[in-house]
């Protein structure tokens, strides 16, 4: 059974659209994260809600609005994708003081 | 911001030897936390460290939470070709909400 499950995998799409990413957690975590990994393989935190509140907040360009509608979902949607925004984003979820797991990650590509 | 610096980038190893990594920081962590990597995939814990000076072991893998709480490394012994990925340090400071990455260890071993 997937702990940290991810849609879609895979995301191309031309500059200007808007997209969204799912993420859903079985775990019972009320914590739950983004990162955004770079082609370097850089792993950056973006942002992470507790108890459906957002705690963090790092520096995201406000065109990435993270919406969580309950403790087992953390959805992510870009408006006007840019070139610079292709990455892999993971999605993960932890009790606070725990480790966090980690979801399969969505690769976008921004044409 | 708080900063990992995590080395080597990169290590070339036949199968057989031994590896070690490390991880420091101008700032104290409450915790350490290891991961690996596998190409496609999302990061997965290896080792976690809660206490100043702890040294944990699992299985070919040990990792030490340094007396300074500045530091920490990762020792695999005796490699074997599925070792190969990115190995991540992890810092956790007060909190436990915000986790900062190192750049990642790519470890690549010949058979």
């Known amino acids: 059974d997937t702990a940290v499950s991810q849609t879609p995998k895979y995301l191309v799409t031309q500059m200007g659209n808007d997209k969204s990413i799912k993420c859903e957690q079985n775990l019972g975590h009320d914590t739950m994260y983004w990162y955004k990994q770079d082609s370097k393989k850089f792993l950056k935190i973006m942002f992470s809600y507790n108890n459906k509140e957002l705690i963090i907040n790092e520096t995201v360009p406000n065109r990435f609005s993270p919406k969580s509608p309950d403790k087992a979902h953390l959805n992510l949607h870009i408006n006007s994708l840019e070139l610079g925004d292709s990455a892999v984003y993971f999605c993960a979820s932890s009790q606070v003081w725990d480790e966090q797991f980690f979801g399969p990650g969505t690769r976008l590509t921004v044409l | 911001g708080q900063q990992l610096n995590q080395s080597p980038q990169s290590m070339f190893i036949q199968e057989g030897e031994d590896v070690s990594m490390n991880c420091t920081s101008s700032?104290?962590?409450?915790?350490w936390l290891w991961y690996k990597q596998d190409p496609g995939e999302g990061p997965v814990l290896l080792i976690a460290l809660y206490k100043a000076g702890e040294l944990t072991s699992n299985g070919r893998l040990t990792a030490q939470f340094g007396i300074t709480r500045k530091d920490s490394f990762l020792n695999i012994s005796a490699s074997i070709p599925s070792d190969v990925g990115i190995y991540f340090c992890?810092?956790?400071?007060?909190?436990?909400?915000?986790?900062?990455f190192g750049a990642g260890t790519r470890l690549f071993v010949k058979a």
């Open positions: 700032s104290i962590f409450n915790t």
């Open positions: 992890a810092g956790q400071g007060t909190g436990g909400f915000k986790t900062i």
